[in-house]
Nanobody
Framework: QVQPEESGGGLAQAGGSLRLSCAASGRALAGYAVGWFRQAPGKEREFVAGISWSGNNIYYANSVKGRFTISRDNAKSTVYLQMNSLQPEDTAVYYC????????????????????WGQGTQVTVSS
């Protein structure tokens, strides 16, 4: 089982932007939906955004809709999360995860549907 790896986290000011990347060796993400989740201090992990294996289906949590954009480059086996208009409440550890079902057409928002998780990357937004 190949573990995806996140990168691109860091510190941003409110209103700023960051872009997260999720990559895996070889073409491990090819044919699988990928989801982004986050966990803020003292809170449960929550779904942020997901993209189907083809890129044709995308789903966002209401809290990030209109500010975050998920995309994927299957040639590079990489999924991106562009985060704009960041707010302090976006501060969290962000995780990417690979769907456990190959070629699933829809995006799932529940953690148990994902079978391989990255270690997470910290995003901190200052006010």
């Amino acid at each position: 089982q190949v573990q995806p790896e996140e990168s691109g986290g860091g510190l941003a000011q409110a209103g700023g932007s960051l872009r997260l990347s999720c990559a895996a060796s070889g073409r491990a993400l090819a044919g699988y939906a990928v989801g982004w989740f986050r966990q803020a201090p003292g809170k449960e992990r929550e779904f942020v955004a997901g993209i189907s294996w083809s890129g044709n289906n995308i789903y966002y949590a209401n809290s990030v809709k209109g500010r975050f954009t998920i995309s994927r480059d299957n040639a590079k086996s990489t999924v991106y999360l562009q985060m704009n208009s960041l707010q302090p409440e976006d501060t969290a550890v962000y995780y990417c995860a690979k769907d456990g079902t190959r070629l699933r057409a829809v995006v799932r928002s529940t953690e148990y549907e994902y079978d391989s998780w990255g270690q997470g990357t910290q995003v901190t937004v200052s006010s």
